[in-house]
């Protein structure tokens, strides 16, 4: 037997070095259960100033807001939900995002009924609220607009540019859900695969942001909401990555960008689908094996961005609990022909709970990506004018203004993950991409984890969480298995 493999064999809970890159939430949930395992020897490598990775709550207008993930989505089998059910931390959010007013690029109002009956179709169309799309081979687009027409021609008559209308802007709203750039490019068989957690699904963290659930699952102090918690000691920041190296049965080693070295006798890798994307050539050595390679370019990562506008007082009127943007065709060509081309992916603007001063829009997919590389100046220029054409009444100039930039970001390169059609033609998913990579022992060597690794719960933080445990409980049930055979 060779030394390394001795060497190997006498490593224990307390002498194995694991090395986790990224601590957003899979991370953090990764080394804090670690940690709770008896191993002690654990380290996070983070590329931003920060921990979170796509959690990020930062000060703004009364409070703080979210740039990335927001709400607990659901409560039944949501970890998130239970690990903090009892701590009076969440808070039901209004129904801005079901009552929203219906606004056309003429200035007219949907009148109530109609908005109503078309945003019921619609809502009723999504797949999970369908159980006939297990055979569907099309795309989720494809089914939606099928669905939503078979109910619309049921309905008394109603203006058929208007139902076009509302269509395309239902569609950009949950592309925002999916993370898509269209719903032609989500396969609606693999939509099925999404697991909704039953309750509640836009539970808001108050006044606190999401980063407080970040804060539980570090055990920090409520007086000390800076500190690491459990972590502390176990975080470096600004460790952006540029190799690791699996190769052979001996430790692994890790070179950040500034030249460092660090060995390790297990890897936990948690960066996004998009850094995996744009670098995992580079990133890896050796290369990866070509399932893992098939499940990085099968699934997607896609690009949802946010705007926060801070007012002086409430923006809207008391009877607005939103809107959404419907373009007449003609008003919509030529936009498409001015500089402004990119405000059609912004398809709503909605009021933030416990944030009564500020109006929170969205955008979407390759407009989204081209408003990222503009001045916040010409954004919110853009997003003015907006208001100025669709509105009947006025809206101030608001104080301060703040947009996310996800894909811009060379640690995230976009939101969250969602299952292509070109997943599906590729027959890869989650499990292609969760799947470790062991030596000839079984030992694992080079662990994955993160919301796009997980098979049902992809896009969200509890499903980040479960995959940062799942490896975690992997490389404990591997060492608890050795204790076993000694």
């Not at 395992?37 to 490598?45: K, P």
């Not at 010409?378 to 004018?385: A, D």
């Amino acid at each position: 037997m060779s030394a390394s493999s001795l060497r190997m064999l006498s490593k224990t809970k307390q002498t194995a070095r694991i090395v986790i890159v990224g601590a957003g939430s899979a991370g953090i949930a990764a080394a804090t259960r670690l940690l709770e395992q008896g191993f002690r020897n654990v380290l996070l490598l983070e590329a931003e100033d920060r921990i979170g990775g796509r959690v990020h709550t930062i000060p703004f207008a009364d409070n703080v807001v979210d740039l990335g993930a927001q709400w607990c989505h659901g409560e039944q089998g949501n970890v998130v939900y239970q690990k903090v059910m009892d701590q009076k931390l969440l808070d039901v959010t209004e129904p801005h995002h079901e009552n929203f007013k219906c606004v056309r690029s003429n200035g007219e109002v949907l009148p109530e009924t109609i908005a109503d009956q078309l945003k019921k179709i619609a809502f009723d169309s999504i797949p999970e609220r369908q159980t006939n799309l297990g055979a569907y081979e099309g795309s989720l687009g494809d089914y939606l607009n099928m669905k939503y027409w078979q109910e619309v021609a049921k309905l008394p008559p109603i203006d058929r540019n208007i139902a076009e209308e509302f269509l395309e802007v239902f569609h950009k709203f949950e592309a925002s859900v999916e993370a898509a750039d269209h719903l032609y490019e989500v396969s609606g068989r693999g939509h099925l695969e999404y697991w909704l957690c039953d309750g509640e699904l836009l539970l808001n963290w108050r006044d606190k942001g999401y980063k407080q659930f970040l804060r539980v699952l570090m055990k920090v102090k409520d007086d000390q909401p800076e500190d690491l918690g459990v972590l502390k000691g176990h975080v470096l920041l600004n460790k952006r990555i540029a190799e690791i190296n699996w190769q052979g049965v001996d430790e692994l080693t890790v070179r950040c960008w500034n030249g460092e070295i660090i060995t390790a006798d297990h890897v936990i890798c948690t960066v996004s689908l998009g850094v995996l994307k744009e670098q995992h050539k580079q990133l890896f050595v050796p290369a990866l094996p070509a399932p893992k390679v098939r499940a990085i370019d099968g699934l997607k990562l896609g690009t949802v961005d946010k705007f926060f506008l801070e007012f002086a007082a409430p923006p809207l009127p008391e009877d607005w609990p939103g809107f959404n943007c419907l373009w007449l065709q003609e008003d919509l060509e030529e936009l498409r022909d001015s500089e402004l081309f990119w405000l059609e992916s912004v398809f709503g603007f909605y009021p933030v709970s416990h944030q009564p001063r500020i109006l929170q829009g969205w955008i979407i997919g390759a407009n989204a990506r081209h408003m990222e590389t503009l001045t916040e100046e010409k954004v919110l220029k853009g997003l003015l004018w907006l208001f100025h054409k669709f509105l009947p009444f006025n809206v101030p100039q608001p104080k301060r203004f703040l947009r996310t930039q996800w894909h811009a970001n060379p640690n995230f390169r976009g939101s969250y993950t969602f299952r292509s059609t070109y997943t599906e033609e590729l027959r890869t998913g989650a499990w292609d991409l969760e799947s470790p990579l062991l030596d000839v022992g079984g030992r694992p060597r080079l662990q994955f984890a993160g919301e796009a690794t997980h098979k049902h719960y992809y896009s969200t933080v509890h499903g980040a969480v479960e995959t940062g445990w799942r490896e975690a409980e992997r490389l404990n049930f591997y060492y608890r298995q050795r204790m076993s055979q000694l």
